[in-house]
């Protein structure tokens, strides 16, 4: 089995390694994934306790952190209010809004074509000369119904 000899860059890393693992703080030229499998394996060994006064330290850092928060959010207890009531408030003003635009934007009640207007449009189509004078004479009289209709809407 024969071995390369490690390059410079390697050396450095394994140095690296070592005094992260001596020191037990990150030095940033150590290999991640060698870092991670030497947690894995302190955390994994029988003996791995959390000593008392590492409990505390941690403990004690957790607390100061949560207090800070608690504090920073009752000095502005105003807050706490301010995203849902003007979330409710947003949501009251677009409910308005689209209902007004509904309501004025609505089409007219437009009269429904007759059977005989529908009838001649399709004899026209199919090329029926005959049908096309009273096809003719049908949407004249649609079209004075639905102008009649609009004029009732818009003029009131």
Do not use: C, F, N
């Given at each position: ?16 390694l ?18 991670e ?26 607390l ?93």
């Open positions: 089995m024969s071995e390369e000899k490690p390059t410079d860059k390697e050396l450095r890393q394994a140095e690296s070592a005094r992260s693992l001596d020191t037990g703080h990150k030095d940033e030229q150590a290999p991640a994934e060698a870092l499998a030497a947690a894995l394996l302190k955390a994994s060994r029988a003996d791995s306790v959390l000593d008392e006064t590492r409990s505390e330290a941690v403990l004690e850092r957790i100061d952190r949560e207090k800070e928060r608690l504090r920073k959010s009752a000095s502005r207890p105003w807050l706490r209010w301010l995203v849902p009531v003007g979330s409710l408030t947003a949501a009251a003003l677009v409910a308005v809004v689209v209902t007004t635009s509904i309501e004025s934007s609505a089409p007219p009640g437009l009269p429904a074509p007759h059977m005989q207007l529908l009838k001649d449009q399709a004899a026209a189509a199919a090329g029926d000369s005959d049908a096309l004078a009273s096809l003719r004479l049908q949407m004249r009289q649609y079209r004075h119904e639905m102008l009649t209709r609009l004029k009732k809407r818009y003029k009131g």
